[in-house]
């Protein structure tokens, strides 16, 4: 194919080949390659279409392909003459079409292009959207769709156009994220986080033309105005901020004294007057104080009420340099959530809390990771010798921890050993279920 599309050029070069624009003022185009399929674009005229015959010809006689006519086509623009267009098929025999039809299903040839000529791949995506259901996924999954779900959010806030409401797009986004905090209830999860973020999203001012003045957040940690005036007062609710501002250009302090207290006038005067050089007003992040949106300062805003500050190991388990399903069950094993036998005892979902690999009395997730036999000889194989000493003897937090933190090399093998600590571990854990439920013991180390 490049010694097919190399031979156009060179005759494109000479100036016997001529291309067509597809449109007035667009680039000319001689063809286009896809993959495997190739659009040779000329004009309408006997020479080109013998030029462009003789190149083909010498195509095939070198490659040792064929062209096949039955998967060819033909197509005229609508201005060329009903001779040329019965001579040139004949010439070739191909077939002559009306339309191009599709390529990857996106039309080759359209109309003026509007907002419904590649509507149905939006349709498409929201179908898609609408089918996923959050609670069928996997916990790492669920963070992965989260994730996605948060950067098309921080997207929209960047690009300027969101305002304090969301599209059904972005709703649909938001039920995702928070299905399975809701799974087992009719409660609508969308509204249980919107109301947050909206909070922290307020105007920054530029030439405050856009920033309502009453209705609109633009006083940080205030809030809108409309709280804060007499509910009797006359006003304008939807005049702009550039409507409070001096000829000269500063605030018209007068005017906001008449319905505002000196606590906020002074959070007023702090904020720079507007400028009309200074661009327009568009809506940031609050929670940041570049006012970029970030997953990361999100969540923080989400979760700061319920934070805990002596839980520390979570910055080991979120910067782990592993996959994140990885991440995952390290996060569920410093939460003692995995479902070992005595966990399943405690929760009544079982009856007996004996080891299933060795039969030891009482597996619980220390056990069942580090001391059962099992498990064990594979830790025996790569322990590192200066933590042979405390490996098998502290508690559950701290073994995770001591071995999180340690980032030295394998000589070995290269690998940093937090890496595969983690990877050994979920493979433990993963191999103790296969055990239970489909493999023969021989296999459990192997």
């Not at 667009?26 to 462009?52: T, W, Y």
């Not at 050089?277 to 609050?286: K, Q």
């Amino acid at each position: 194919m490049e010694g097919l599309g190399h031979s156009i050029q060179a005759n494109r070069d000479n100036g016997m080949w001529k291309s067509i624009r597809l449109s007035r003022f667009g680039p000319k185009i001689s063809h286009l390659f896809f993959a495997d399929d190739l659009v040779i674009l000329c004009e309408v005229q006997m020479e080109q279409a013998r030029l462009l015959d003789s190149i083909l010809k010498q195509f095939c006689a070198s490659s040792g392909h064929r062209i096949s006519g039955r998967k060819s086509n033909i197509y005229f623009s609508k201005s060329t003459e009903g001779s040329v267009r019965n001579q040139i098929p004949q010439m070739f025999g191909f077939q002559e079409v009306l339309n191009l039809s599709t390529y990857l299903r996106v039309p080759l040839l359209h109309e003026r292009i509007t907002s419904s000529t590649l509507s149905f791949i939006v349709e498409k995506v929201k179908r898609k959207l609408q089918n996923w259901d959050a609670r069928n996924l996997s916990i790492a999954r669920r963070i992965t769709l989260a994730l996605l779900g948060l950067a098309l959010f921080l997207k929209a806030i960047r690009s300027g156009c969101m305002s304090f409401g969301l599209s059904m797009d972005g709703k649909i986004i938001f039920q995702i994220l928070l299905a399975e905090t809701n799974a087992h209830t009719n409660e609508d999860p969308f509204s249980k986080i919107w109301p947050t973020l909206r909070e922290n999203l307020i105007w920054s001012i530029g030439d405050s033309a856009a920033a309502r003045c009453w209705k609109d957040p633009w006083i940080p940690g205030i809030g809108s105005l409309i709280s804060k005036i007499p509910s009797f007062a006359n006003l304008n609710l939807d005049c702009c901020v550039k409507e409070f501002v001096n000829p000269n250009g500063s605030w018209n302090l007068d005017l906001f004294r008449v319905w505002l207290s000196e606590d906020i006038i002074c959070r007023i005067t702090s904020i720079p007057p507007p400028y009309p050089d200074s661009g327009l007003d568009r809506v940031i992040w609050a929670g940041s104080s570049s006012g970029h949106f970030s997953v990361r300062n999100a969540y923080w805003t989400l979760k700061e009420d319920t934070w805990n500050s002596k839980e520390e190991y979570w910055k080991l388990i979120w910067k782990h340099s592993g996959p994140q399903r990885v991440r995952v069950f390290l996060w569920l094993a410093f939460k003692n959530r995995l479902l070992t036998n005595a966990e399943r005892v405690r929760r009544e979902m079982g009856h007996n809390s004996s080891c299933s690999l060795c039969g030891y009395e009482f597996e619980d997730l220390a056990h069942a990771l580090r001391d059962c036999p099992a498990a064990k000889d594979v830790w025996l194989l790569v322990l590192p010798q200066h933590l042979k000493q405390r490996f098998f003897s502290i508690s559950l937090s701290d073994w995770l921890v001591l071995n999180l933190c340690c980032h030295e090399k394998m000589q070995d093998s290269g690998l940093i050993w937090s890496s595969l600590f983690g990877l050994i571990t979920w493979h433990i854990w993963k191999n103790r279920n296969l055990l239970c439920f489909r493999i023969s013991p021989g296999q459990l180390l192997k």
